[in-house]
């Protein structure tokens, strides 16, 4: 179990980095983007836009 | 070459390159300071643990529907790049230190020195552990990056040859130098692979919840020139003085 516990850690750590707010950014630019496509609303600007905004965000953390 | 193509193997160059000068400045340490046999067997250890991933999970990717992949490998790259992104605006702004490898092999060396001599199976285990570790998770992020890079295209011989050009180089300018690369402008190449990976990786990941792009292949430079953009005002914004005082 230790080490499937290891295992695990390891992928996450290596996956997500230090910055566990830029996966959470990416999942939900995804999510609202994938919503939008669903309802055949032109969605190629949302991920950007939205990626461009969190970086400006972010940008007050260290 | 489609700009597709020029792409993958300009990202999967760069990329690999960062990822292998930060290995290279590791063993450099490890072999100047303690010897060079253990060092070398810990990396070529390594070396062979990875052609073992590569060769199981090389042929099990292509088994995944091209968007599912798509899906998949684009996000993995947009945290990447956008990870690396974030630093590299940071560091050029200079709100964060520059990543420095004469520093870096300087502590490195430093660490070596310290550690008393542990011979396991005619090997000084802590430059056999330590290669093996710093050239493992290095070459990890080198056969992740060249094999989703790959096969997201539906080509990873092209990949392939991006890094081992990549590889090629670095062993070169190692074996020559003998001394940690910090000629490499690191910094900038991070900057320049994480626009890369964001760009990438937000086009393959649009693309596999279902996006259809403008101008299809060509949304790529649009998307580039529009990160880079982005990049570009957000160090100047945080050189300003008035976004010291904010922060």
């Known amino acids: ?62 | 070459m489609t700009t597709s193509q020029i792409f993958l193997v300009t990202s999967t160059f760069l990329a690999c390159a960062v990822e292998m000068v930060e290995a290279l400045t590791i063993v450099l340490a490890t072999g100047i300071t303690r010897g060079w046999r253990s060092a070398l067997i810990g990396t070529l250890a390594a070396l062979a643990t990875l052609a073992v991933i590569v060769a199981i999970l090389g042929p099990a990717i292509a088994l995944v529907p091209i968007h599912a992949m798509q899906l998949v490998v684009g996000t993995l790259m947009l945290i990447f790049g956008l990870q690396w992104l974030r630093k590299a605006i940071l560091r050029a702004s200079g709100r964060k230190a520059m990543h420095d490898e004469d520093a870096i092999f300087a502590a490195e060396q430093a660490e070596a020195r310290k550690h008393g001599r542990d011979e396991r199976a005619g090997l000084d285990w802590y430059s056999f552990t330590i290669c093996f570790k710093g050239v493992f998770l290095e070459g990890l992020e080198v056969a992740f990056i060249t094999i989703t890079f790959g096969a997201a295209q539906q080509n990873v011989g092209l990949a392939a040859w991006g890094a081992t050009a990549a590889l090629i180089i670095v062993l070169l300018a190692g074996v020559l130098l003998h001394r940690p690369l910090s000629r490499v402008p690191e910094n900038t190449l991070k900057y320049v692979v994480g626009l890369l990976l964001t760009s990438f990786g937000t086009f393959w990941a649009a693309e596999g919840v279902g996006v259809e792009w403008p101008g299809t292949d060509l949304a790529l430079l649009g998307l580039l020139g529009f990160y880079a953009i982005v990049a570009f005002v957000l160090v100047r914004q945080l050189r300003a003085p008035q976004a010291v005082r904010v922060a």
């Open chain 1, 1 to 62: 179990m230790k080490y499937i516990i290891a295992f695990g850690a390891f992928w996450i750590d290596f996956i997500v980095g230090d910055d566990w707010r830029i996966a959470v950014a990416v999942v939900v630019g995804l999510a609202v983007t994938a919503v939008l496509v669903w309802t055949g609303i032109p969605a190629w600007w949302v991920l950007p836009v939205g990626i461009a905004g969190y970086l400006a965000v972010s940008m007050t953390r260290k």
